[in-house]
């Protein structure tokens, strides 16, 4: 039978249940327990036993067994399954109100709709706890089937374009999304308990800034303005500090219109938390707080596998710089080159790929770091004292010339935090900001233009502040085992069917 065949039918059901004036659509029904909790509350009830105490369920019917007056449903709500025991002679005397009980739910019902039933608990013969059914309601009739076979499809987009049936007939699938949320109110209530508080700043900026990312544009008509969707919330957490508030985060959507893959998407949610009188050193300590506090607390190990692969968060995490670990994978000191083109030179003979292209050693000294080491960062670690070309809001190093003090954390060869001692002297950081701009008159697309409002707010002065940024979505795929980012992001951003898209003109 066809889609289409089985929505016809469950249609005219839908109109013989209204006829015999049963609501195939209710307003309500009150549960007295979960799934789970009757599962737990009568793990050691035996064989044959019943115990004659009413409760009440509600859930959507996953399979049916029908046997003439004797029918077993599988019922699945938000914590796990249990059976339904549905017997006719009970249930017809249970609901002596309704002629045929038995008979319209076996004969109007279908997997996928959605049942609320009460009972007593018992545990069949064969060892199955299960509700006895005295009294059912059909709460809601679902017109289209669930798939025979759907976690093993090889269109996998049509999971995550569909993602309730994903989490209807994937129970993995819903717990990686109840850990997302265990993982982002643990870091909320870390932070709480420190002394932050969360204020929300703009999603629609003026002038996008707190990063090198193109950004989404968009137009307010009243105000005749163009606008850009935030790229970070760097800027506007920072005039908080300036503000005078030394303790700020914000846990939010980032918006960048980059390239799609396993690790990005356009649309994600990051953490950025600012404080005042503190460094890059400080936020280090912060960093493996959060993170070693929220796994232990929604996995309860600090010892975890991802993609196969042991991975040991117990702090303390590996400290090395830029430099040594460049160093220790290439044999290349770049702090020892007297020039540009010796650099480019040693670069291109060491096999890193773009040296030519680059306009300074930091330059490359990064593409080397990019290329030769960081897929191999498997464990966690902190890569420190970055080059200040591709630093342009962090603190000059106080003893490393050339070098700001910045860390990024990368965990399975991913970057998953970054931090700096942010830059407080304003002509600085307007000399840096102005070369940023310069690049994006130049036609950089990830350059961003001169906040002149945030420059004003540093020369109103802003104190010594840490800094430090977490990708939320890369930290629940390391504590869910997610292999790609649309595994961890509810509804991923996807290209539309080609059932979807315009016809092409002719």
Not at 162 to 175: M, S
Not at 475 to 500: G, N, Y
Request: glycine share 8%.
């Amino acid at each position: 039978m066809s889609s289409d065949d089985i929505r016809a039918t469950r249609l005219e059901k839908v109109e013989q249940l209204k006829q015999l004036g049963m609501n195939p659509y209710a307003y309500q029904w009150e549960s007295s327990h979960h799934a789970a909790q009757l599962q737990e509350k009568y793990a050691d009830l035996p064989s044959g036993e019943e115990v004659e105490v009413e409760v009440a369920i509600a859930g959507r019917i996953m399979a049916r067994r029908v046997f003439g007056k004797l029918a077993f449903f599988t019922l699945q709500d938000e914590t796990g399954s249990i059976q339904l025991y549905l017997e006719k002679k009970r249930i017809d005397e249970g609901m002596a109100d309704v002629p045929d009980a038995f008979k319209h739910l076996k004969d109007l019902t279908d997997a996928g709709d959605i049942l609320g039933a009460k009972g007593t608990v018992k545990r069949t013969e064969k060892g199955e706890l299960s509700v006895y059914v005295k009294q059912y309601a059909i709460l809601t009739k679902s017109l289209l089937p669930l798939p025979d076979k759907w976690h093993g499809l090889t269109d996998v987009a049509k999971r995550y374009r569909q993602r309730y049936v994903d989490l209807i007939v994937n129970p993995e699938v819903r717990e990686t999304f109840r850990r997302r949320a265990l993982i982002t109110a643990g870091i909320r209530r870390y932070l709480d308990k420190l002394g932050f508080i969360e204020i929300e700043t703009p999603v629609l900026q003026g002038e996008a800034g707190g990063a090198d990312a193109r950004p989404f544009v968009t137009y307010h008509n009243t105000l005749d303005m163009e606008l850009y969707l935030r790229i970070a919330t760097e800027l506007h957490l920072k005039r908080l500090i300036v503000g005078g508030f030394e303790k700020v985060f914000e846990l939010g959507r980032i918006f960048r219109n980059e390239g799609i893959s396993t690790r990005h998407n356009p649309e994600f949610t990051t953490i950025e938390v600012y404080q005042a009188y503190a460094d890059y050193q400080d936020m280090m300590a912060l960093t493996e707080g959060i993170i070693t506090t929220v796994a232990q607390k929604v996995l309860g190990t600090l010892e975890i596998t991802y993609q196969g692969e042991p991975i040991n968060l117990t702090p303390p995490w590996r400290r090395v710089t830029m430099h040594d670990l460049v160093k220790e994978q290439t044999g290349l000191d770049f702090a020892a080159f007297p020039t540009l083109e010796a650099a480019i030179a040693a670069a291109s003979e060491a096999g890193i790929g773009g040296a030519q292209e680059c306009k300074s050693i930091g330059k490359i000294l990064n593409e080397a770091f990019e290329q030769k080491c960081e897929p191999n960062l498997i464990q966690p670690t902190f890569v420190l004292d970055y080059p200040v070309e591709i630093s342009p809001l962090a603190k000059p190093h106080r003893s490393k010339p050339g070098l700001v003090e910045r860390f990024e954390l990368f965990i399975v060869g991913r970057e998953t935090a970054n931090s700096f001692s942010e830059l407080t002297d304003p002509i600085d950081q307007r000399q840096r900001l102005e070369a940023q701009a310069a690049r994006k008159a130049a036609g950089d697309l990830e350059a961003q233009g001169v906040d002149e409002d945030f420059l004003t707010a540093l020369e109103y002065g802003m104190p010594p502040t840490g800094g430090l940024g977490i990708g939320i979505d890369r930290l629940v795929m390391l504590l869910t085992d997610c292999a790609s980012i649309r595994d961890a992001i509810a509804f991923p951003l996807l290209k539309p069917e080609k059932s979807d898209a315009p016809p092409e003109s002719t």
